[in-house]
């Protein structure tokens, strides 16, 4: 979950400073992803009991995260084509 959780913002990180708008899109897209492997990790927790960890609240954020990047990411692949 580390991996993937700080790998969301380092890849916006990377889109930010993308040198295209396709590599801006394919870095966003990779953002979306790791949001979505961060979701399957959370709920991966929650529904496991391994930690006692409150994940409620990180699950709507991460939920979020995702909607707002893939909104980004179909906005910028329409300017594409």
Do not use: P
């Amino acid at each position: 979950m580390l991996r993937s959780g700080t790998s969301i913002g380092a890849n916006v990180e990377e889109a930010t400073a993308g040198i295209s708008k396709r590599d801006f899109t394919h870095k966003m897209a990779i953002s979306s992803k790791e949001a979505r492997e961060t979701k399957y990790w959370l709920r991966l927790i929650q529904h496991s009991r391994i930690v006692d960890v409150e994940t409620s609240n990180l699950l709507v954020q991460v939920e979020e995260l995702i909607r707002i990047l893939t909104s980004i990411v179909k906005t910028s692949q329409v300017s594409i084509k």
